[in-house]
């Protein structure tokens, strides 16, 4: 607008020659010098195309989210433990849950042999690229009074010593799941699951592991009777924080296994009053989890065939609770029911069977739907992009965004994007409003791309549109800009 209006001013001075007879010197001149300003001044002309937008089928191979396997490891001071295993893993984005069985050290801190053990084993997964998962434990044959210590002080030590070797893998180290005592590590069936008990062994452990590190507990009645006072989970941004209660997440290894998940939840909600950790009724609890699990994660396993895991009804449950990773292997009888269904409905997923329909859901899915540029006023161009989260939950983590413009010569501008990616929680709109210096671009046109970067472990985060997984990133559009008059 402002090289429109100094035009206008510089033709009205050239014109000045032409009121009839009264021309001065000094109008001569100007006007001699505005033919000279106009016959070098040219406008810039920005044309933007937006590229087409078509979600694709595709499993994306993201980090933090989907499908993963568990790996079991029993410390002990046997020096000759073998890597290899490990070693040999496909590197590449995806998590894995880390099974740590601390039962040979009952009785005792665990020794230096042991702690080295552990590092090494993070070690090796951390050069793989996965996103761990942990899990400390006594017991894998459902008999916790039998393999945990005697006392709670000594299982503090475990979790100080332990969070030593965790803490120098904050790069790789997603979740620290349950509170180390319980059958198979899941939090029951021990003589510690008690509320004063869990809440000094939880508080501990929230003081001595890392706080960008997410921990979890098996139920939402535990969540509750932990966190005290906050008895609902914090709101939007109030979720994302350092605090206790809003690092805490949820696992549950009896998903969908029955109306009360295996006893996760409760058959009727409890009488007003109650302590506040008393399960509630599978309606509640899951409205309860759909709050929490925008901000915090939720996984685990799907358990024993019944209709609450068909997949139609999975599905909607999976969703509500905002679920970003579940285990690839168990139940098989579930996951091979998913397998012969299929979904049905709009867009890229008709036809697909019902396991592959999950796979691409578990976790968050980003598709960018429009784009547009525009010039408000007293600003300068402005490009904006609206794009959806199509997954089951929120990434929990903070990604960074860039804007590549590239020149067909090959000329690239990189475009830093501030964004809170952690809060793109499915169902809400996202918009990015983007500002561009034209003035700082030649003449020509520019293929416009959205990357996504997860920051911790260095990987790309692809989104969902078609052409996007190509590792160039997401086509936003065509910018041309030419000179005027040409």
């Known amino acids: 607008m402002k090289t429109i209006r100094t035009l206008a001013i510089l033709t009205l001075a050239a014109n000045i020659s032409l009121l009839g007879g009264r021309v001065s010197t000094l109008a001569e001149e100007i006007s001699a010098l505005a033919q000279e300003i106009i016959a070098n001044t040219t406008m810039r002309i920005p044309e933007y195309i937006p590229a087409s937008y078509r979600e694709s089928a595709a499993e994306l191979d993201n980090p933090y989210i989907g499908w993963y396997q568990i790996h079991a490891y029993l410390l002990s001071d046997d020096p000759d433990y073998d890597l290899a295993p490990i070693l040999e893993q496909e590197y590449g984005p995806g998590p894995v849950l880390l099974q740590f069985n601390l039962r040979n050290y009952a009785d005792r801190p665990v020794s230096d042999a042991g702690l080295r053990q552990l590092n090494d084993i993070l070690d090796a997964w951390h050069s793989r690229g996965r996103q761990l998962i942990l899990r400390f434990l006594y017991d894998w044959d459902d008999r916790p009074e039998e393999t945990e210590p005697e006392s709670l002080s000594q299982i503090l030590e475990h979790m100080s010593q332990t969070a030593e070797i965790v803490n120098l893998h904050t790069d790789c180290v997603h979740i620290l799941q349950g509170i180390y005592v319980g059958s198979w590590g899941e939090m029951h069936g021990s003589r510690y699951t008690n509320t004063?008990?869990?809440?000094?062994?939880?508080?501990?452990?929230?003081?001595?592991?890392?706080?960008?590190?997410?921990?979890?507990?098996?139920?939402?009645?535990?969540?509750?009777?932990?966190?005290?006072?906050?008895?609902?989970?914090?709101?939007?941004?109030?979720?994302?924080?350092?605090?206790?209660?809003?690092?805490?997440?949820?696992?549950?290894?009896?998903?969908?296994?029955?109306?009360?998940?295996?006893?996760?939840?409760?058959?009727?909600?409890?009488?007003?009053?109650?302590?506040?950790?008393?399960?509630?009724?599978?309606?509640?609890?899951?409205?309860?989890?759909?709050?929490?699990?925008?901000?915090?994660?939720?996984?685990?396993?799907?358990?024993?065939?019944?209709?609450?895991?068909?997949?139609?009804?999975?599905?909607?449950?999976?969703?509500?609770?905002?679920?970003?990773?579940?285990?690839?292997?168990?139940?098989?009888?579930?996951?091979?029911?998913?397998?012969?269904?299929?979904?049905?409905?709009?867009?890229?997923?008709?036809?697909?069977?019902?396991?592959?329909?999950?796979?691409?859901?578990?976790?968050?899915?980003?598709?960018?739907?429009?784009?547009?540029?525009?010039?408000?006023?007293?600003?300068?161009?402005?490009?904006?992009?609206?794009?959806?989260?199509?997954?089951?939950?929120?990434?929990?983590?903070?990604?960074?965004?860039?804007?590549?413009?590239?020149?067909?010569?090959?000329?690239?501008?990189?475009?830093?994007?501030?964004?809170?990616?952690?809060?793109?929680?499915?169902?809400?709109?996202?918009?990015?409003?983007?500002?561009?210096?034209?003035?700082?671009?030649?003449?020509?046109?520019y293929e416009l791309s959205l990357t996504l970067e997860d920051p911790r472990s260095g990987f790309q985060v692809y989104l969902a549109n078609e052409g996007a997984q190509a590792g160039n990133g997401c086509p936003v559009g065509t910018l041309t800009i030419r000179k005027f008059p040409q």
């Open 196 to 445: 004063e008990d869990m809440i000094a062994l939880i508080s501990h452990l929230d003081s001595v592991i890392d706080p960008s590190i997410f921990l979890a507990v098996r139920t939402p009645g535990q969540w509750r009777a932990i966190a005290e006072d906050t008895q609902s989970p914090a709101p939007g941004e109030e979720g994302f924080g350092t605090s206790l209660s809003s690092r805490l997440g949820l696992y549950n290894d009896g998903l969908l296994g029955s109306e009360t998940d295996l006893g996760t939840y409760g058959v009727a909600d409890p009488a007003p009053g109650a302590p506040a950790g008393e399960s509630r009724s599978r309606q509640a609890e899951l409205a309860f989890q759909g709050t929490l699990c925008d901000y915090v994660p939720n996984g685990g396993e799907v358990v024993i065939d019944n209709p609450y895991n068909d997949f139609p009804s999975a599905v909607q449950e999976l969703s509500i609770i905002h679920i970003s990773y579940l285990n690839d292997s168990y139940d098989e009888a579930v996951l091979s029911k998913w397998r012969a269904d299929s979904y049905h409905g709009e867009g890229p997923f008709d036809g697909m069977n019902g396991y592959d329909y999950m796979a691409a859901h578990l976790g968050y899915r980003y598709v960018l739907k429009a784009s547009t540029l525009s010039f408000p006023e007293d600003l300068g161009p402005v490009l904006s992009l609206w794009l959806e989260n199509s997954g089951f939950s929120a990434s929990c983590r903070d990604f960074d965004l860039a804007l590549h413009i590239k020149q067909a010569d090959g000329g690239e501008h990189v475009l830093s994007v501030d964004a809170d990616t952690h809060s793109w929680i499915p169902g809400q709109e996202i918009l990015l409003e983007i500002p561009l210096e034209l003035q700082s671009l030649a003449l020509g046109d």
